[in-house]
T-cell receptor, first 116, second 113 residues
Framework: GAVVSQHPSWVICKSGTSVKIECRSLDFQATTMFWYRQFPKQSLMLMATSNEGSKATYEQGVEKDKFLINHASLTLSTLTVTSAHPEDSSFYIC????????????FGDGTRLSIL | QKEVEQNSGPLSVPEGAIASLNCTYSDRGSQSFFWYRQYSGKSPELIMFIYSNGDKEDGRFTAQLNKASQYVSLLIRDSQPSDSATYLCAPEGGGVSNYQLIWGAGTKLIIKP
């Protein structure tokens, strides 16, 4: 149980392109979903937290106009990187949590984004 | 600033031995503690979680929690080469942001055959 599906797993695109990443909880309803990015050999960095039907809460330093997050249902959240540039190249990972605090986050497989 | 400290390693352990991974945290409001494993180039996967002081066992894994000392550890018995990975300690933050995990940098574990 507690499976989170993330697509696509790998994206290569030109600078200026917008990229959408989907995160789905397959066998549970995700009250809260989280978006992280991770650079090589570095820690996970939380970008934003989203609750179904609410606006996402972005961490300090994360541009909300650059990284658009939509959590339209209890099983789906999307991250859109708008007008991506080479510095946006990274490993983006979503996680989902069922219920209230104290429950574990379950992670998708991640999306490796390369902007040329 | 809520912090989690882990020895970055690498921690090298012979196959079949016990691997001991340690973590200290600064947020006294943390009530839930999670251990994740991350293989190189992959996303984290949940190993186990603990809420109460003491030990919690799950197969070859034992989590230990001491809230008074703000210390949590993970023991891996009968270590296997497939256990080689980075282990992330993540307390859930207390207070306003009590739904977020506070991530340590992780300990790289190498199991030598």
């Amino acid at each position: 149980g507690a499976v989170v599906s993330q697509h696509p797993s790998w994206v290569i695109c030109k600078s200026g392109t917008s990229v959408k990443i989907e995160c789905r909880s397959l066998d549970f309803q995700a009250t809260t979903m989280f978006w992280y990015r991770q650079f090589p050999k570095q820690s996970l960095m939380l970008m934003a937290t989203s609750n179904e039907g609410s606006k996402a809460t972005y961490e300090q330093g994360v541009e909300k106009d650059k990284f658009l997050i939509n959590h339209a249902s209890l099983t789906l959240s999307t991250l859109t990187v708008t007008s991506a540039h080479p510095e946006d190249s990274s490993f983006y990972i979503c996680s989902a949590r069922q219920g209230a605090t104290g429950q574990p986050q379950h992670f998708g497989d991640g999306t490796r984004l390369s902007i040329l | 600033q809520k912090e989690v400290e882990q020895n970055s390693g690498p921690l090298s352990v012979p196959e079949g031995a016990i691997a001991s991974l340690n973590c200290t945290y600064s947020d006294r409001g943390s009530q839930s503690f999670f251990w994740y494993r991350q293989y190189s180039g992959k996303s984290p996967e949940l190993i186990m979680f603990i809420y109460s002081n003491g030990d919690k066992e799950d197969g070859r894994f034992t989590a230990q929690l001491n809230k008074a000392s703000q210390y949590v550890s993970l023991l891996i018995r009968d270590s296997q080469p497939s256990d080689s990975a980075t282990y992330l300690c993540a307390p859930e933050g207390g207070g306003v942001s009590n739904y977020q995990l506070i991530w340590g940098a992780g300990t790289k574990l190498i199991i030598k055959p």
